[in-house]
């Protein structure tokens, strides 16, 4: 059974970069046609989904955050990670991570971690 657990900063300033990395239990990242995703929900708001690596490596972003994100991952400790660049409070959310076979159906999830931008 797959598990993932989010971690990240918490509390963020303005223009910093925010790092967050999912670590994967139960399963390789590099396994056969899945997808991990990284997706936020921003206080009364919806989710947005914001990018994905698959198995392979490859990456997929969200036009609307491409210029500022990069997502990777470290095989050897079954994790990846979510780069945002110059962050504001708009950034403020929860982020989750989650696993796809596909960028509809997100089947696993990790119980998210609050980032919140504040001066």
């Known amino acids: 059974q797959v598990s993932l657990q989010e971690s990240g900063p918490g509390l963020m300033k303005p223009s910093q970069t925010l790092s967050l990395t999912c670590t994967v239990s139960?399963?390789?990242?590099?396994?056969?046609?899945?997808?991990w995703n990284w997706i936020r929900q921003a206080p009364g708001k919806g989710l947005e989904w914001m990018g994905a690596?698959?198995?392979?490596?490859?990456?997929y972003y969200s036009p609307a955050l491409k210029s500022r994100a990069a997502i990777s991952r470290d095989t050897s400790r079954n994790h990846f990670s979510l780069d945002v660049m110059s962050v504001t409070p708009e950034d403020t959310a929860v982020y989750y991570c989650?696993?796809?076979?596909?960028?509809?159906?997100?089947?696993?999830w990790g119980q998210g971690t609050l980032v919140t931008v504040s001066s």
């Open positions: 139960g399963v390789s990242i590099t396994a056969n046609s899945y997808y």
């Open positions: 690596i698959d198995y392979s490596g490859n990456t």
């Open positions: 989650a696993r796809s076979p596909d960028f509809i159906l997100f089947e696993s």
